[in-house]
């Protein structure tokens, strides 16, 4: 089921209206990749920049991946007094998993990066995140940072008693329903640093794309040796990608020859086509 509707009453008092229709509302409820199952409802909910994370497991993974996202949700943004002016704020992320499998372990395994998102009203509003392994709470840390959206607090209608020019946060169409699981277990890119130079931000930065992308894979083909190499397998860990170095062979390796003939074949021949399978 790729999508549906899901009642509930309406979060805003009387007196506060929203600087958008529902329509505009539902046509912003657009999350990539597609999730394998979402419903959703016609609630818009302030979201508070002092959003608690709540996990009882300690995983690096995890925890790295929140404060990142947190970072990425709100960025340097204080929090506007425009929550206020509302029934409600969304002020709690709930985060539960069981680890049946290691990180590495758990690498182009479909089911390993499937996980649920529920935006629901309990006795306040709150998001209840789950997933048996840590790259699936991963993947839905990157949905949430997709639902929830900045917009301009001075936008509001009727909001004359809130001096306010802050960004405020809200989630639309509460409450919501994720389900999802990617359909190819290899999802990847490949870049060549032997034969176009990449600087190292701009392989990080490739990694951070894939992530917000949800693929999970980055090859990397490599001829000179490069000495960040575990800077970037250990940031791609972290991201949920597996990065896959690819050391081409002989390549610029001719020099290691003249220190160390032995460890290099025919590395004096000059008919190296002969000895080579490139």
Not at 87 to 101: G, M, N, Q, R
């Amino acid at each position: 089921m790729f999508g549906g509707k899901l009642d509930y009453p309406n979060l805003y008092s009387e007196e506060t209206s929203l600087p958008f229709t529902l329509e505009q509302v539902n046509e912003t409820l657009s999350i990539w990749p597609r999730p394998q199952h979402i419903a959703f409802g016609s609630n818009a909910i302030f979201v508070s920049k002092d959003l608690e994370f709540v996990t009882e497991n300690d995983s690096e993974i995890i925890q790295s991946g929140i404060k990142r996202y947190r970072e990425l949700i709100f960025g340097s943004q204080k929090q506007s007094k425009c929550a206020r002016s509302f029934k409600d704020t969304l002020s709690k992320v709930k985060i539960e998993f069981t680890a049946e499998l290691s990180h590495e372990e758990s690498f182009m395994n479909v089911h390993a990066e499937e996980y649920s998102l529920h935006v629901v009203r309990e006795e306040t509003w709150v998001i209840r995140i789950s997933a048996k392994y840590e790259i699936g709470i991963l993947r839905a840390l990157e949905t949430l940072a997709q639902l929830i959206v900045p917009f301009e607090c001075s936008n509001m209608h009727n909001l004359a008693d809130v001096k306010c020019v802050d960004t405020c946060f809200q989630i639309l169409n509460a409450p919501i329903e994720i389900m999802d699981f990617p359909r190819f277990a290899h999802r990847g890119l490949l870049i060549d640093t032997s034969r176009h130079f990449f600087p190292v931000p701009d392989i990080l930065r490739t990694i951070d794309a894939l992530a917000w992308t949800k693929m999970n894979v980055l090859h990397w083909h490599i001829v000179d040796s490069q000495n960040d190499i575990d800077l970037i397998v250990e940031y791609g860990r972290l991201r949920g990608i597996r990065v896959i170095p690819e050391l081409d062979m002989p390549g610029h390796s001719w020099s290691w020859g003249v220190g160390y003939p032995d460890i290099i074949v025919c590395s004096d021949e000059a008919d190296w086509e002969n000895y080579a399978a490139q």
